[in-house]
């Protein structure tokens, strides 16, 4: 009589040892991530320290820039002060002799008959042109200003050349002027005339003024206008 083998029971599998600490990671899991998260709080706070200390660097140099632009204006405010102080009395004068502000024409005149009366000079005639800007060779700071210049042509008569030099140096104390040429002749004198005019004088002056330059006129803007047709 065969007998059939029993089937029997298959063999358990062979179980895999964990190493000890995966084993016991449950009991430091909390002190693990405990410590991740201050890793990440630590990292996090020195990123944005990191961050704070370059916006803290760029207002540090922004408010320098600040601070030079405003000790600059300042040291600049000062120097222009002490210029103002410094040319005050000068400016005054000078705007009271007339060579600042608008041209004295009529002072001019009046200087000129008054200096004649003075040295006793024969009557003389003149020619004025109209004022206008004067064109210097080399470039000159006037700030705000521009020099103008009233040409008038001078025809004197005169006993002798002196009379010439006299009348030029009584009149520049009491006006700015330029002499820009001055032609001499001799005049034909009869024989016996005393006190007669010998020379002729022709001189060509410019009247010097400063005042404010003309600022240029704003061209407003044009809106365009719809016809009828």
């Not at 084993?23 to 996090?44: C, G, P, Y």
């Not at 008959?113 to 003149?126: D, G, H």
């Not at 009379?163 to 009149?171: E, H, R, T």
Request: glycine residues 4%.
């Amino acid at each position: 009589m065969s007998m059939n083998p029993v089937p029997g029971k298959k063999k358990a599998a062979a179980a895999i040892t964990l190493p000890y600490w995966i084993a016991e990671f449950a009991l430091i899991r909390t002190a693990v991530l405990t410590m991740l998260a201050a890793i990440t709080i630590s990292l996090t706070g020195v990123m944005l320290s990191q961050l704070k200390k370059h916006e803290a660097n760029d207002t540090l140099e922004t408010n320098q820039r600040a601070r030079d632009a405003a000790s600059s204006l300042y040291a600049q405010v000062d120097s222009e002060k002490r210029d103002i102080r410094n040319y005050q009395q000068r400016f005054i004068a000078l705007r009271q002799r007339g060579l600042v502000g608008d041209e004295r024409r009529l002072e001019w005149l009046d200087a000129i008959r008054q200096t004649q009366e003075q040295l006793k000079l024969a009557p003389l005639s003149y020619e004025i042109e109209p004022q206008q800007t004067v064109q210097l060779e080399s470039p000159l700071d006037l700030g705000d200003f521009e020099l103008r210049g009233s040409r008038m042509r001078l025809h004197m008569e005169l006993l002798h050349e002196l009379d010439l030099f006299n009348f030029f140096q009584m009149l520049r104390q009491q006006s700015y002027f330029a002499v820009q040429d001055c032609s001499i002749k001799r005049m034909g004198v009869t024989a016996g005339a005393p006190g007669a005019p010998t020379l002729g004088a022709d001189c060509t002056l410019n009247w010097i003024t400063l005042n404010t330059a003309p600022k240029a006129p704003r061209l407003a803007a044009m809106k365009p206008t719809k016809g009828k047709s």
